[in-house]
């Protein structure tokens, strides 16, 4: 099955899964500069259903959540190196702010967040789409002290 899933592709994947009774998880982020805590959190989200779906920040929307020096890397190589995981069976860049378009189009059957949320700080619009389509929520911890934040963090304290 194909790895990259452009926005046209999102409904007829995740039609494809529903029809074959698998559980389809999605999860979504920067993902900026991979690192072990990004792993770890994928291979969880993995272990959830029969497939996993990454849906990856578009340069700009990262752009406007981390600030004007982010992303380091582009949205083509961030998907092509999260598809490069024996973990992640798809990626598909998204160009709005939120998910909710990709949830209301796919239709996950899980859904996955990184543990720094709880149901109660999940977008409104987010949780809404998810609640529509009937997707299970699943919040994973998190790898204390890893991220892309701290990373840069260190980088930059050692020039």
Sequence with gaps: MKRFVTDHE???LGKSYCVKNRRLVLTNGCFDLLHTGHVRYLQQARELGDALIVAVNSDTSV???????RPINSETDRAEVLAA???VDHVTIFHGMRVTDVIRTLR???YAKGGDYTLETLDPGERAALEEVGATISLLALVPGRSTTSV????????
């Design 85 to 87: 995981l024996r973990c």
């Design 152 to 159: 840069l963090e260190r980088a930059s304290a050692n020039s």
């Design 108 to 110: 996950p059957a899980i």
């Design 63 to 69: 752009k406007e959540l981390k600030g004007p020096t």
């Design 10 to 12: 999102l409904q007829a």
